[in-house]
Each structure stands twice: as structure tokens, then as C-alpha cells.
């Protein structure tokens, strides 16, 4: 059996026919997986045994705590020296106070990032608002030229909103702004490098899925492409201030790479709480790697980035998930209107 058919539940449809698959009967609401409704707060180990990486948004900062420190008693096994041991104790203890270091958006970014579709701004309003920063300006330029945007030459701002549209240039302002402050951190520049051009990746896998599937804007997949990762920011920023703070050494790349995998959800969930992000990032940087416990309303996008994601990192290997083991692959309700689109795409990988 094909991964088509792991994921939808019937064969590859034939091509070059482009129809919407039928609906699959939804599964009885005790088999489905999905995350608890608002005031069911389920406790942290058994939560993390069922994959829940945080509380349902909105989530306080007691229960980002409680999941942050049975997460981090996990890890404990694999601190081999006292750098470590701080290392760990530190982020615990910071994430307990509330006292992370969270990075601060542009103010434009920010602004821009506040704007739902039903702002009164129009087309000019928006790039006046980008003009006051022209260093963000420029940047955004350079993503809109990149060919992966297919927008053609693209030489103004004011050009740039009537060919793209408002939730596009959100978007890419918000990417430009991410950049320049928020990737930037000391001792951790080629990681952060590495990260940032993933999440750019990921986005525009995003976008073009919507665009194909239509399933949701593009502008809004790209947006939570670019933040599905930021917990991972959060993490680098924080060993680096823990670092200064303790003048100790870098804990060992082990320690890094586990904490990072483990934590990031959760740091995401900090990110996105302090900045009051809106529900879809708080969903998308949490539930990213299990989009079947996603809202209805948002499960849509999440899926395509969690899908993106997987294609961004290791295409070779799509065809080759027939267990239906991976999360971003097993819940056969995410994209059954997208099926052809899905097809197309698969084949145009390698392997």
C-alpha cells in the first residue's frame, strides 16, 4: 500500500484527473485524536504520553511550568558534567519565574502582525506602515523577487501589495523582521543560520500547498510556516544568556540537540503567549508535530506545515513511511479535499 492510501484511506487517484477526494467518514469522538477542550487541563506525564506538547491555548504560565518540568526530568539522565546539570536548572528555573528571554518583534512587524483581514487598511495604508522602516522594506522586496514567490519583477512596495496581496506582505514583513533581530544569537550563529533557512523553506512549501489546495491563504501558511521553529530560537537565546550568566562552558551537543527536540514546543508556546501571537501561531508552534490534536479551524494549515516540514528535511523518504508512524502523516482527515494536489507533488520528488 501506497503512502496515498495511508493517508487518505484509497489508492493514488489517476491522473491528470483533479478532483476533490470524498470525505471520509469521521472517526467516533473517543477514537479521534485530539486535544482536550478548554478547561480539561490534563496532567503533564499523562499528557506527554499522548503526545500533547503543552495546555490548550490560551495556556498560563503555571502549566507551561508543570510540562516544561516534566519534560527537562527526562533529560536529566543525559547531564554528564555540571555545565549540564546548570544548564538544565537554569532553564527550569527560568521557565518557572516566567523570566525567559523572549525576543522583542520590530514594531512594524508587530503592527503588521496585529492586522487580521478585517482591518479598514488598504493597499496604501499597509505600504506606508512597511516605509517606516526601510531596512524591513528592502527585505521584504528581496523576498518578493525570490522565484519561488512567482510574482515576476517586483521593483516598489506599492507594487509589491497589488501583486501579492495583504496577508503575503504580513508575511513577509514579519519574515524580514525575524532576520534581522530575532535569529540572532550569540554563540549560536550558525545554528540560528541553519534554523532561519529552514523556516523560510518550510513557509514557501507551505504557501504553494495553499495556493494549489486551497485549503487556506497562502500568506497565512506562510506565516506559520516561519514561526512553527521559534521555540527553537527561544531555546539558543536562553543557553546563550544562561552562558554569560554563569561565565561556564557550552553544555554538550547531545544535551543540546534532546533539549531543543523536547523543549521547543513548549518554548514556542512561551514566544507566542508574551507576544499574544494569534491563536493559529499558538496552535501551529505547539502542535506542529501532532496536527491530528489541532482544532478543526486550524488543522488545516497546521497540517500543511507539518507536511511541508517533512518535505523540507527528508523528501527520499515519503514514500518510504508506509507504517503511518509519523504524526504529520497519520491522520487521514487533514487534507482529504487536497489529494490530487498531494499526488502531484509526490512524484515530484526525488526518489
Given amino acids: 500500500m501506497g503512502i496515498l492510501s495511508r ?29 482536550p477542550a478548554s478547561g480539561q487541563r490534563a496532567a503533564p506525564e499523562r499528557a506527554l504520553r499522548e503526545g500533547i506538547y503543552h ?45 525567559l528571554d523572549i525576543p522583542v518583534l520590530p514594531e512594524v512587524a508587530g503592527s503588521l502582525l496585529s492586522l487580521g483581514e478585517s482591518s479598514d487598511l488598504d493597499n496604501d495604508d499597509v505600504a506606508d506602515l512597511i516605509r517606516r522602516d526601510q531596512a524591513l522594506a528592502a527585505q521584504i522586496l528581496r523576498y518578493a523577487n525570490a522565484p519561488t514567490m512567482g510574482a515576476g519583477r517586483i521593483q516598489s512596495l506599492d507594487h509589491c501589495v497589488s501583486m501579492l496581496g495583504f496577508e503575503m506582505v504580513r508575511s513577509l514583513a514579519v519574515a524580514a523582521a525575524l532576520g534581522e533581530g530575532v535569529y540572532r544569537v550569540p554563540g549560536y550563529d550558525r545554528e540560528t543560520r541553519s534554523l532561519q533557512s529552514h523556516s523560510h523553506e518550510v513557509a514557501e512549501t507551505a504557501a504553494s500547498l495553499a495556493r494549489t489546495t486551497d485549503l487556506c491563504g497562502a500568506g497565512d501558511a506562510y506565516m506559520a510556516g516561519l514561526f512553527h521553529d521559534v521555540g527553537k530560537v527561544v531555546a539558543y537565546r536562553n543557553l546563550s544568556a544562561l552562558r554569560r550568566k554563569t561565565r561556564g562552558g557550552r553544555p554538550t551537543e547531545l544535551l543540546i540537540k534532546k533539549l531543543i527536540d523536547e523543549l521547543h ?86 526518489g
Fill in 7 to 35: 493517508l487518505f484511506g484509497r489508492p493514488r487517484p489517476a491522473r491528470p484527473t483533479r478532483r476533490a477526494s470524498p470525505r471520509r467518514t469521521p472517526a467516533a469522538p473517543e477514537e479521534r485524536s485530539v486535544a
Fill in 55 to 99: 495546555p490548550v491555548p490560551p495556556a498560563a504560565d503555571e502549566e507551561i511550568a508543570e510540562f516544561a518540568e516534566a519534560r527537562l526530568e527526562g533529560l536529566r539522565g543525559l547531564a554528564v558534567n555540571p555545565t549540564d546539570r546548570r544548564c538544565l536548572e537554569g532553564l527550569a528555573t527560568s521557565i518557572a519565574a516566567g523570566k
Fill in 265 to 350: 514546543p513548549l518554548l514556542g508556546t512561551c514566544f507566542a503567549e508574551a507576544r499574544e501571537l494569534p491563536e493559529l501561531l499558538r496552535w501551529t508552534v505547539g502542535h506542529h508535530h501532532v496536527p491530528g490534536r489541532v482544532p478543526d479551524e486550524h488543522r488545516p494549515i497546521v497540517g500543511l506545515v507539518a507536511f511541508a516540514e517533512l518535505v523540507s528535511e527528508e523528501p527520499e523518504r515519503i514514500e518510504d513511511l508506509e507504517d503511518g508512524s509519523d504524526p504529520a502523516l497519520s491522520d487521514p482527515d487533514l487534507w482529504p479535499a487536497c489529494m490530487p494536489d498531494i499526488a502531484d507533488l509526490l512524484e515530484g520528488l526525488p
